[in-house]
């Protein structure tokens, strides 16, 4: 069965990086986009970037550029967000979800991980 | 693209029809999903393409739309439904969601 299994609970200093795992089982991974989406305490669902396991290739919103930096290790399955100069605005549960797709553009978040706390605080 | 969700919150008992409607600002075709979300958990698909229920999801669910007006059905509510719903666009980047419609007993 398709999962994606996030790294853990992390807390950061204002100003730090973090980096968020989530590995891939179940499925080919390189198959299917991954992206990231983050919700900060009693918020909505934020859409952070995407990644293309296949290529590395990229898309990061906007918000979120010079600050994000999605990668990938195939040979484990595994993607990765660095977000770094963290401020408390930063403090959110950040998920990866796999998107699959309609024709050849119309995506939909199928699976998703389970979520990983990242508290901002001095 | 902007996507405006009302209502923001609802009050429904169980049985009952719950609509939940989801504005964009521009043409997005159909790239419109659904997705329902309980506390301390992911988001879960339930509609995808405006109106394909995803597999496993209950029938009681349904997605339609009008233009750049969508909608998102609950039949019958159940107690299970209790849970705040988002919409989200994937027509282009960034990929939008709506600011969610909790709905309550």
């Known amino acids: 069965q398709v999962q994606l299994v996030q790294s853990g609970a992390e807390v950061e200093k204002p100003g730090a990086s973090v980096k968020v795992s989530c590995k891939a089982s179940g499925y080919t991974f390189s198959a299917y986009y991954i992206h990231w989406v983050r919700q900060a305490p009693g918020q909505g669902l934020e859409w952070m970037g995407r990644i293309n396991p296949k290529s590395g290739d990229t898309n990061y919103a906007q918000n979120f550029q010079g600050r994000v930096t999605m990668t990938r290790d195939t040979s484990i399955s595994t993607a990765y967000m660095e977000l770094s100069s963290l401020t408390s605005d930063d403090t959110a549960v950040y998920y990866c979800?796999?998107?699959?797709?309609?024709?050849?553009?119309?995506?939909?978040?199928?699976?998703w991980g389970q979520g990983t706390l990242v508290t901002v605080s001095s | 693209i902007q996507m405006t969700q009302s209502p923001s919150s609802l009050s429904a008992s169980v049985g009952d029809r719950v609509t939940i409607t989801c504005r964009a600002s521009?043409?997005?075709?159909?790239?419109l999903n659904w997705y329902q979300q309980k506390p301390g958990k992911a988001p879960k698909l339930l509609i995808y393409a405006a109106s394909s229920l995803q597999s496993g999801v209950p029938s009681r669910f349904s997605g339609s739309e009008s233009g750049t007006v969508f909608t998102l059905t609950i039949s019958i509510l159940q107690p299970d439904d209790f849970a705040t719903y988002y919409c989200?666009?994937?027509?282009?980047?960034?990929?939008?969601f709506g600011g969610g419609t909790k709905v309550e007993i």
């Open positions: 989200q666009q994937t027509y282009s980047p960034p990929l939008t």
């Open positions: 521009q043409s997005i075709g159909s790239y």
């Open positions: 979800a796999r998107s699959s797709v309609v024709g050849a553009t119309l995506y939909y978040f199928d699976y």
